[in-house]
T-cell receptor
Framework: SQKIEQNSEALNIQEGKTATLTCNYT??????LQWYRQDPGRGPVFLLL?????KEKRKERLKVTFDTTLKQSLFHITASQPADSATYLC???????????FGTGTRLKVLA | KAGVTQTPRYLIKTRGQQVTLSCSPI?????VSWYQQTPGQGLQFLFE???????NKGNFPGRFSGRQFSNSRSEMNVSTLELGDSALYLC???????????FGSGTQLSVL
């Protein structure tokens, strides 16, 4: 069956460090992968999209990599700040089916 | 541009009742998806509509249904509520396939 795993439920890091979150998938061949941020009581907010033919994508302090051989995406937040504390979700498209499969998320806490 | 609007924000129902949730997508977005989010299961796909047509449905019982109107607004209905239906129900709109999702803040449903 199709499955997405995000490396850990929770991750605590010190302010200023780089946070690295992992998304692994099996039994998929996604055309692209997305990362979202979700704050408590709110809906997810889109952050970045990376296509299967792209190795890396950057946006300000955010960087995403996509390795289709390893079936893995890494999401990095550099120079992390307490305001980055949230749950981060990865999502895969399932081409032609009009639905996304979401990982269960990693709850990131940046300590001041 | 207004975001995705979901009403009501909170809802408390008892077992056996039915409920209707509403979603107004971003203007110009013709695709509307619904997701159920629970602490244990994460985001689970319910269904997707495009121009009033349901294009896909997730693995939920027939008690869960939805529809989309000609103005792209969407409703979902859950009949014969069960305790396990307690969840955050999220609506997302997009321009179409392979596009990022814009989520509403969700409807928090509690079934007592």
């Amino acid at each position: 069956s199709q499955k997405i795993e995000q490396n850990s439920e929770a991750l605590n890091i010190q302010e200023g460090k780089t946070a690295t979150l992992t998304c692994n998938y099996t039994n998929y061949s996604p055309a692209y992968l997305q990362w979202y941020r979700q704050d408590p009581g709110r809906g997810p907010v889109f952050l970045l999209l990376i296509r299967e033919n792209e190795k890396e994508k950057r946006k300000e302090r955010l960087k995403v990599t996509f390795d289709t051989t390893l079936k893995q995406s890494l999401f990095h937040i550099t120079a992390s700040q307490p305001a980055d504390s949230a749950t981060y979700l990865c999502a895969l498209d399932t081409s032609g089916t009009y639905k996304y499969i979401f990982g269960t998320g990693t709850r990131l806490k940046v300590l001041a | 541009k207004a975001g995705v609007t979901q009403t009501p924000r909170y809802l408390i129902k008892t077992r056996g009742q039915q409920v209707t949730l509403s979603c107004s997508p971003i203007s110009g977005h013709r695709s509307v998806s619904w997701y159920q989010q629970t602490p244990g299961q994460g985001l689970q796909f319910l269904f997707e509509y495009f121009s009033e047509t349901q294009r896909n449905k997730g693995n939920f019982p027939g008690r869960f249904s939805g529809r989309q109107f000609s103005n792209s607004r969407s409703e979902m209905n859950v009949s014969t509520l069960e305790l396990g239906d307690s969840a955050l129900y999220l609506c997302a709109s997009s321009l179409g396939e392979l596009e990022k999702l814009f989520f509403g803040s969700g409807t928090q449903l509690s079934v007592l």
